[in-house]
């Protein structure tokens, strides 16, 4: 787990939140990167990271929850994370 100094509610882009906790745990911890990521939330491949930033993937809700989790959100942060993913795909 990883947090951050920003706060998920600065968001309204899930994509947008993950793209500044990556940066910041990026400038914490040299051993953070797309395969460290993947590893923790397990999904196969360290490009899907990039997938999800760019917009080309989306995340399910299992998916969701690890990176709710590696990036430390509890409560009511976790909650809009999560929902914002949920609306993100919404149609």
Known sequence: MIGIMASVFDHFDYRAFLRDWYQEA?????????????ARIGYASPGFFTQILQGKANLSLN?????????GLKGREREYFLTLVVWSQAK
């Open 26 to 38: 990026k400038a914490a911890s040299r051993s953070v990167s797309y395969r460290w990521i993947a």
């Open 63 to 71: 998916i969701a929850e690890g990176f709710a989790d590696l990036a």
